[in-house]
């Protein structure tokens, strides 16, 4: 079972940027998708940013063009670079690997 740590999160003025990463416990090499999450006051989990084993990558249409997904293998992490950032990008960011379940999350708030 795959544990992933999150961390990057933070307090950030509109138009800022940061990097969260998420560290897993084991090797990522294999993973077939590995995804970025959020949820912000009053809604609902949505995908933000996912990346498959090949490299290919999707993205929420609400960050497309400011946040990109990426990851090293050698260090077991994926990253999610978060620029232009917005005050509705606040919430807690969550990475998930597969089988893996829902841990404590990074919190990110954008002040407007």
């Known amino acids: 079972q795959v544990q992933a740590v999150e961390s990057g999160g933070g307090l950030v003025q509109a138009g800022g940027s940061l990097r969260l990463s998420c560290a897993a416990s084991q090797s990522i090499f294999s993973m077939n998708v590995m995804g970025w999450y959020r949820q912000g006051p009053g809604k609902q989990r949505e995908l933000v940013a996912g990346?498959?084993?090949?490299?290919?990558?999707q993205y929420a249409d609400s960050v497309k063009g400011r946040f990109t997904i990426s990851r090293d293998n050698a260090k077991n992490t994926v990253y999610l670079q978060m620029n232009s950032l917005k005050a509705e990008d606040t919430a807690v960011y969550y990475c998930l690997f597969p089988g893996g379940r829902w841990g404590q999350g990074t919190q990110v708030t954008v002040s407007s």
């Open positions: 990346i498959t084993s090949g490299g290919s990558t």
